[in-house]
C-alpha cells in the first residue's frame, strides 16, 4: 500500500501561493517509516479534478487530498468527489451539527452558504478537524481535508495514527550516499546499472552539482536507497566502484 498526495487549487498552479503541503507530508509520513509514493498538483476545475479522482480511486493507494472542500465557487472537491464515486452529495447530519457549533462559538449567523460545507458525497465519513470543527471527510482510502495547513497537518496526522498504524516501517527503506568529484554521470552510469541488476531492490539516486562559475567542474550526490539488509553491502561496492573510476570522495552522507 502506497501513499499518495492531491494538492487542489488554482492559486498554487499560478503561483500566488507556495505549497507546503508536500514538505510536511512527506515529513508525517518519514516519522512513521512510511514514504510518499507520488504527489499531484490540481487546480479548481472540475472535469480535471473528477478525471483525477477516478484514477486514484481504481487504484490500491491511500490518498490525501488538500483544498478545496469549502462552500464558495471556487470550491470543487465535494463535487467532484461525489461525480467520481457516482454518488449523490448529500447533507451529512453531524457535518452541519460541527459547523453549527462553529458558528456559534464564534458569534456568526448558521447560512445556508456555511451549511454548504456539510454536503458531502453519500458515505463519507467524516475526519475530525481540531483547529475550527469544521471537518474533512473520507471515501475508502482517500481523505480530503483543508487547504489550510493549520487544519490539514493535524488532520492528516490523525489519519495516519488511527487508520494506518500497522503500517509504520512496513516496507520501509534505508539510505548511504557519497559526494564525488572529478567523475560525470556519464562515466558512473555502467557502475549505476550493475548495482541494480546485481543488488534485486536496491536503486541508484544521482543529483549532481552544478557550479556557474566553474563549468566543466563535477560534483555528484549519489547514493544508494532500498532494504536494509542489502543496503550496506550495495554501498560498498558503489564506494569502490568509484574509486575504481578515479573519482574522488570529497564527503559522506
Known amino acids: 500500500m502506497a501513499f499518495g498526495l492531491i494538492v487542489i487549487g488554482d492559486e498554487i498552479l499560478s503561483g500566488k501561493r507556495q505549497d507546503k503541503h508536500f514538505a510536511k507530508v512527506v515529513e508525517l509520513l518519514a516519522a ?73 462559538e464564534i458569534g456568526q449567523p448558521l447560512t445556508p452558504e456555511r451549511l454548504r460545507m456539510g454536503e458531502l458525497p453519500a458515505g463519507a465519513a467524516l475526519i475530525a478537524n481540531p483547529y475550527n470543527r469544521i471537518p474533512g471527510f ?56 550493475a548495482l541494480e541488476r546485481e543488488f534485486e531492490g536496491v536503486r541508484i539516486w544521482s543529483l549532481p552539482r552544478i557550479d556557474p562559475e566553474q563549468r566543466f567542474h563535477y560534483e555528484i550526490d549519489l547514493g544508494v536507497r532500498g532494504p536494509a539488509d542489502r543496503l550496506e553491502a550495495a554501498f560498498a561496492r558503489l564506494r569502490a566502484g568509484v574509486l575504481a573510476l578515479g573519482g574522488t570522495l570529497t564527503d559522506q552522507t
Not at 507520488?38 to 472540475?46: F, S, V
Open 32 to 104: 512513521r517509516g512510511l514514504k510518499l509514493a507520488w504527489a499531484r498538483y490540481l487546480g479548481d476545475e472540475h472535469a480535471r479534478l473528477v478525471e483525477h479522482l477516478r484514477q486514484t480511486r481504481a487504484g490500491e493507494d491511500v490518498v490525501f487530498s488538500c483544498g478545496g472542500i469549502g462552500a464558495t465557487p471556487d470550491d470543487h472537491t465535494r463535487q467532484a468527489s461525489a461525480e467520481a464515486w457516482g454518488v449523490p452529495l448529500v447533507s451529512h447530519p453531524q457535518a452541519c451539527a460541527r459547523i453549527a457549533e462553529h458558528m456559534a
Open 138 to 193: 473520507s471515501l475508502g482510502r482517500h481523505h480530503f481535508v483543508p487547504g489550510f495547513p493549520v487544519m490539514a497537518w493535524p488532520m492528516i496526522e490523525g489519519l495516519l495514527d488511527s487508520q494506518y498504524r500497522h503500517l509504520f516501517g512496513v516496507g520501509g527503506e534505508a539510505e548511504r550516499g557519497l559526494l564525488v568529484s572529478g567523475l560525470n554521470e556519464g562515466t558512473l552510469t555502467p557502475l549505476f546499472d
